[in-house]
């Protein structure tokens, strides 16, 4: 079973740890291969890929969108957001697939599944790529709302069109609104790179009430300055790093067909990013 990633910068990337033990749990040999890759060397990286037939690849930052005129088809979720993080090769051609919007809702189902019961508010905060996999899968899900706050506001409104639901109302807010606001919400989730191995938050956390999770899809660090300020007010704290091994699971049934669980990896990468922090 040959896989890879392509991507830049990718060296330090766990895939290639996380692929290895899912690879082992259905005792399937294979190697997971990083192609790291410049802009200009983008077409060349592909063609190697093809030259070494692969099964599959991921795809991430920042070639998530470039990908998508080298791929023969793409799966109607990868067309809707835009973005593909997952490459099958199905009988000779490249189809290309998104799961890291459903990895995220998986992720926080299976710590907090009675966040999908009843009719309950979400903020998605950031208007970026990474928002725009989990705003639209969280509309088909049986929210009340999920409202979307963003620096720039017109980058919100872009996303809120991406609902074509009925039943999920979405608005935009201000961070201003949001800060204000912030009783009204049973789950936030922070989906922009700031944190990222940066001491700041992007919100204030003031007013939130006890029964909120406060999710963050930054694992680098694991407890980001975020989610320390939302347990530091006593709130339910989800961690990035759950969304990175179920987009991956959903990426590696996507090569094998086989099922496989992300349990036994979580405590072990938990301790290998606390050593990195
Ligand atoms: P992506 O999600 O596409 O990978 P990103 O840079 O991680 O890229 O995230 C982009 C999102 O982060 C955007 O919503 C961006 O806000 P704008 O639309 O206003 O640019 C948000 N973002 C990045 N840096 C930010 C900051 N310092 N403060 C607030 N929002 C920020």
């Not at 470039?66 to 000779?92: F, H, Q, R, S």
Request: net charge neutral; with cysteine.
């Amino acid at each position: 079973m040959k896989l890879g990633l392509i991507g830049y910068p990718i060296k330090h990337s766990l895939s290639p740890w996380i692929h290895k033990q899912f690879l082992q749990q259905i005792n399937q040999k294979g190697q997971y291969k990083l192609y790291e890759t410049s802009d200009i060397e983008l077409p060349e990286t592909i063609e190697k890929i093809k030259q070494d037939d692969l099964r599959g690849y991921n795809v991430t930052v920042p070639y998530k969108q470039a990908i998508i005129p080298y791929l023969d088809e793409l799966d109607i979720y990868a067309e809707k957001i835009g973005a593909v993080n997952t490459v099958v090769c199905d009988n000779g051609k490249w189809i290309g697939y998104n799961t890291d919007g459903l990895g995220y809702i998986q992720a926080v189902k299976a710590d907090y599944p009675e966040l999908f019961t009843g009719k309950k508010n979400v903020l998605v905060i950031g208007a970026g790529g990474a928002a725009r996999g989990i705003f639209y899968a969280l509309c088909q899900e049986s929210f009340e709302r999920v409202d979307i706050a963003n620096r720039t506001i017109e980058k919100a409104m872009t996303l809120k069109s991406l609902n074509q639901t009925k039943q999920v109302k979405t608005n935009c807010v201000t961070f201003e609104e949001a800060e204000k606001n912030i009783d009204n919400y049973h789950l936030i989730i922070q989906t922009t790179s700031v944190g990222m191995n940066e001491d700041v938050a992007i919100l204030s956390l003031d007013n939130l009430l006890h029964e909120t999770v406060v999710s963050d899809i930054v694992y680098q660090p694991l407890l980001t300055t975020f989610l320390r300020e939302a347990r530091d007010q006593g709130a339910k704290i989800h961690q990035g790093h759950t969304m990175l091994l179920n987009q991956a699971k959903l990426a590696f049934q996507k090569w094998t067909g086989k099922k496989v669980s992300v349990n036994p990896l979580r405590y072990n990468l938990e301790q290998q990013l606390k050593k990195d922090e």
